[in-house]
């Protein structure tokens, strides 16, 4: 009887041993889910404000003046100036070109008009000779593309504004309308950057911001 309770106790005790194997031997897995996200529908593109651009530019420059008549030329810048004096009365668009001609010097031409084709300026001084109005020495060089740029304006009231300033320091200048609403004040008539230089460091040395281009 002892040996059947005995029986008995040890069998008890090695119950929970054996289940206690069987499961140190099972593999168990864990199952990462990923959360369920509800479909949401993509909220309509906000159409983005165009981006501002700069003004228009302008159209480009399509006339260009390369001819001037050259009515006289002096060394006294002085001189210069009388002459043109007495001639203004009776002659519009005239003005002095400071140029260096090389070995020949600092010279001050008193110029008149401005010309698209040789043509043009030829008809013109033919036209004024036979009036008396120029001397006979006047004549139409070579081309003369260039005139030193001080400003461009709104109106012809700026510009002959700016230019009564010039006046006032003994140069004289002169405004091309180049459409309704833009009017350049121009200085001389230039075959070249060199032949201008000398007025051009006149101007910057009277704090003015000079440049050269095509007239």
């Not at 106790?9 to 959360?35: C, K, Q």
């Not at 003004?55 to 001037?68: G, I, Q």
């Not at 008539?189 to 009277?206: I, Q």
Request: charged fraction near 25%; proline fraction near 6%.
């Amino acid at each position: 009887m002892k040996r059947c309770v005995l029986i008995c106790a040890l069998f008890l005790m090695a119950a929970p041993l054996w289940a206690g194997y069987d499961l140190s031997n099972t593999v168990t897995r864990e199952i990462h889910r990923a959360p369920v996200i509800e479909d949401v529908q993509d909220e309509p593109l906000k159409e983005s404000a165009p981006e501002k651009t700069a003004a228009a530019v302008s159209p480009a420059k399509t006339v260009y003046y390369p001819y001037t008549i050259h009515l006289s030329s002096w060394q006294d810048p002085k001189e210069a100036s009388r002459q043109i004096e007495k001639m203004q009365a009776g002659l519009d668009m005239l003005f002095i070109t400071k140029i260096d001609l090389g070995a020949s010097g600092i010279w001050y031409r008193i110029d008149h008009g401005i010309f698209p084709t040789i043509k043009d300026a030829v008809a013109r001084l033919r036209e004024l000779k036979a009036k008396n109005v120029i001397d006979k020495g006047a004549f139409v060089g070579g081309q003369v593309a260039y005139a030193i740029e001080l400003g461009t304006y709104e109106s012809m009231q700026e510009a002959t504004d700016d230019a009564q300033e010039l006046r006032d320091l003994g140069m004289v200048p002169y405004v091309i309308r180049e459409r309704d609403t833009v009017f350049r004040l121009l200085l001389g008539a230039y075959p070249d950057e060199k032949s201008a230089a000398p007025a051009m460091e006149d101007l910057k040395a009277l704090g003015f911001d000079p440049t050269l281009k095509k007239r």
